[in-house]
T-cell receptor, first 114, second 111 residues
Framework: ETGVTQSPTHLIKTRGQQVTLRCSSQ?????VSWYQQALGQGPQFIFQ???????GRGNFPPRFSGLQFPNYSSELNVNALELDDSALYLC?????????????FGPGTRLTVL | DQQVKQNSPSLSVQEGRISILNCDYT??????FLWYKKYPAEGPTFLIS?????DKNEDGRFTVFLNKSAKHLSLHIVPSQPGDSAVYFC??????????FGAGTILRVKS
C-alpha cells in the first residue's frame, strides 16, 4: 500500500510568483486536506477536498486555491507569493469525507519565498 | 487566537521513565482529540486519539487522558524509549473535519 506522496520536496520562489504543489493520496482515500506549517508552529488547516469539491476552508486568502482530480490526487496553488508564505506544506488524506479518526500525512513540500 | 496550546516547547526524559505531554484547548465544540508524532523530514504520523465522550484511551505504551471540565488533555508514554524522541503535536477536530494543531512539544528521551 503506497502512502501519501508530495512533490516537489523543496522549492524556492521569489515574491510575486505563483507555485503549484502536488499530492498523491494514499490508496483508497477520497479526502485530501492541505496544511501550512510555519517554522516553530503546528500545521494550520488551509482547505479540504472531498470527491473533487472543496469541503471546508481555513483562514487563508483566495490566492490559496486547490484542485482534486478523479484519481483523488490534489494540487495546491498559491498566487502572488509573499515572504510569509515560506513554510512546510503538508498534504493529508483520509478514507472518508464525513467522519474519521485520523489523517495520513505526506512528508511535505518545503517552500522558500525570497 | 490559539485554540489548542502546548505550553511546553520541549521535554527531556530518561529512558525507561514516564513522559507526560500536555495540551490545553479553549473550544468546547471540539469532538475528537488526536496526538501526532513527527520526525525530521517526515510528515506527522498518527499516534492515538480520544473521543470527547471518553476520559481515557490506551494503546500499548501510550495513554491519552482527557479532562473536559479543565479543557486539558495529556499523553503519557511509559516506558519512554530513545526512539520516542520526536516532536509531538496535539490536535483537535472541529466541524467539517478540520484539525486544529498545537505548536508541538519536542520530546528528548536520553539513554
Amino acid at each position: 500500500e503506497t502512502g501519501v506522496t508530495q512533490s516537489p520536496t523543496h522549492l524556492i520562489k521569489t515574491r510575486g510568483q505563483q507555485v503549484t504543489l502536488r499530492c498523491s493520496s494514499q490508496s483508497g482515500h477520497n479526502t485530501v486536506s492541505w496544511y501550512q506549517q510555519a517554522l516553530g508552529q503546528g500545521p494550520q488547516f488551509i482547505f479540504q477536498y472531498y470527491r473533487e469539491e472543496e469541503n471546508g476552508r481555513g483562514n487563508f486568502p483566495p490566492r490559496f486555491s486547490g484542485l482534486q482530480f478523479p484519481n483523488y490526487s490534489s494540487e495546491l496553488n498559491v498566487n502572488a507569493l509573499e515572504l510569509d508564505d515560506s513554510a512546510l506544506y503538508l498534504c493529508a488524506s483520509s478514507p472518508a469525507g464525513v467522519s474519521y479518526n485520523e489523517q495520513f500525512f505526506g512528508p511535505g513540500t518545503r517552500l522558500t519565498v525570497l | 487566537d490559539q485554540q489548542v496550546k502546548q505550553n511546553s516547547p520541549s521535554l527531556s526524559v530518561q529512558e525507561g521513565r514516564i513522559s507526560i505531554l500536555n495540551c490545553d484547548y479553549t473550544n468546547s465544540m471540539f469532538d475528537y482529540f488526536l496526538w501526532y508524532k513527527k520526525y525530521p523530514a517526515e510528515g506527522p504520523t498518527f499516534l492515538i486519539s480520544i473521543s470527547s465522550i471518553k476520559d481515557k484511551n490506551e494503546d500499548g505504551r501510550f495513554t491519552v487522558f482527557l479532562n473536559k471540565s479543565a479543557k486539558h488533555l495529556s499523553l503519557h508514554i511509559v516506558p519512554s524509549q530513545p526512539g520516542d524522541s520526536a516532536v509531538y503535536f496535539c490536535a483537535a477536530r472541529e466541524y467539517g473535519n478540520k484539525l486544529v494543531f498545537g505548536a508541538g512539544t519536542i520530546l528528548r528521551v536520553k539513554s
